[in-house]
Nanobody, 116 residues
Framework: QVQLVESGGGLVQAGGSLRLSCSAS????????MDWYRQAPGKQREFLARIIRSHSTNYADSVKGRFTISRDNAKNTVSLQMNSLKPEYTAIYYC??????????WGQGTQVTVSI
């Protein structure tokens, strides 16, 4: 069973930065698509950023220019650098992997809280 483990969440003041990491238990993760999502209380899970095998990326308009997704294939990790954080970014952040067979895996999430 593939496991994804997020880390790097925490409490930060508005305008600050955090770097989230997602570690995959399989080196096959380089064959699929890695995404970051977030879910705020009472809201639907929201797509943030995606990186694919070729290292191509795309972002939700709401975070474009603030967030950067990257991957380290040697370490089986994908990261999300978040800058200029806003209080409305407070949410649980999840990494997601869709394997090259089309199977979806989710991490358990990491809490990000942005204070005023």
């Amino acid at each position: 069973q593939v496991q994804l483990v997020e880390s790097g969440g925490g409490l930060v003041q508005a305008g600050g930065s955090l770097r989230l990491s997602c570690s995959a238990s399989t080196s096959n993760f380089i064959l699929g698509t890695m995404d970051w999502y977030r879910q705020a209380p009472g809201k639907q899970r929201e797509f943030l950023a995606r990186i694919i095998r070729s290292h191509s990326t795309n972002y939700a308009d709401s975070v474009k220019g603030r967030f950067t997704i990257s991957r380290d294939n040697a370490k089986n990790t994908v990261s999300l650098q978040m800058n200029s954080l806003k209080p409305e970014y407070t949410a649980i952040y999840y990494c997601h992997w869709r394997s090259d067979y089309g199977v979806d895996y989710w991490g358990q999430g990491t809490q990000v809280t942005v204070s005023i």
